[in-house]
């Protein structure tokens, strides 16, 4: 883990997710959310959670930010206007935010989280550490998974059903 | 030198304000429903640095929760509003106030 490779993947993270936020098209934020991805994949590399950052780029990059982008080409949002500041609210959600900062880096630095080095011992790679705590411990959280996908996937056929036909028999 | 967990907390801190702060002042449904994304992905960041400075796996394990539920989450949610597309032809959340009156 080298601290040049970490600042870089830090300040690319930091600066992608704001252009998510800042970015007038949601074309170009699906785009820098795919980027900042990537960098929070390369900070899962350096710490030594490899298949963990395969897996983001897999199920994030891969499938939800393309799902993304075609909705948005979908929708085809030509009319709705660009995105701008208005007062109040825009106050009121940059206090908020720094608020929130404030209070979890508080957490953070004054907690006594330690700042030694990580622990020696299992390093992410091996995917007989994840296999085995996902069939025994956690066997029931894996179920209630299988469960909500299943809801999730009943719940998508419902909702994108015509709504011509689904309001007929009111 | 090496990056310390205080490091990875505050990173991942920061990012969940950036994407509440996205969620508090955007108005297109869809990128508020992308910096969502942004606040679970900050979280999985955060588990997985506990993790790792902890020794412990368990915070990669609750990463595959994380995933799953996010997955699930984008495909209702899209689904929802391309219907609501459909019936009211426009996604921002300053005209979807039916309820107001």
């Known amino acids: 883990m080298e601290p040049f490779a970490f600042t870089c993947l830090c300040v690319l993270a930091l600066a992608f997710a704001l252009g998510v936020v800042l970015s007038k098209n949601a074309v170009n934020g699906a785009m820098c959310l795919l980027l900042c991805l990537a960098a929070i994949a390369g900070l899962f590399i350096e710490l030594h959670a490899y298949l963990l950052a395969f897996i983001l780029v897999l199920v994030y990059a891969g499938a939800v930010v393309a799902l993304f982008l075609f909705i948005v080409m979908l929708l085809d949002m030509q009319g709705g206007q660009p995105w701008r500041f208005r007062g109040m609210q825009a106050l009121a959600g940059f206090v908020a935010a720094a608020l929130l900062v404030a209070g979890l880096d508080t957490i953070a630095v004054r907690g006594q989280l330690g700042s030694g080095p990580p622990a020696p011992g299992e390093v992410g790679s091996s995917l007989k550490l994840y296999a085995y705590p996902l069939f025994t411990t956690y066997l029931l959280p894996v179920q209630v998974m299988g469960f909500l996908l299943l809801i999730a996937m009943l719940g998508v056929i419902v909702l994108s059903r015509r709504t011509g036909e689904a309001d007929g028999p009111k | ?101």
């Open chain 2, 1 to 101: 030198m090496k990056p310390t967990l205080d490091a990875f907390v505050l990173l991942s801190g920061a990012l969940f304000a950036v994407g509440f702060l996205g969620v508090l002042v955007r108005r297109n449904t869809l990128v508020i429903f992308m910096c969502l994304e942004l606040m679970l992905v900050a979280a999985t960041l955060a588990l997985v640095a506990f993790s790792r400075f902890n020794g412990t796996g368990d915070g990669d394990v609750f990463v595959f929760f994380i995933l799953t539920v996010a997955a699930a989450e984008v495909a209702v949610g899209l689904a929802i509003i391309v219907a609501l597309f459909r019936t009211r032809q426009t996604i921002q959340v300053d005209r979807l106030n039916s309820l107001r009156r």
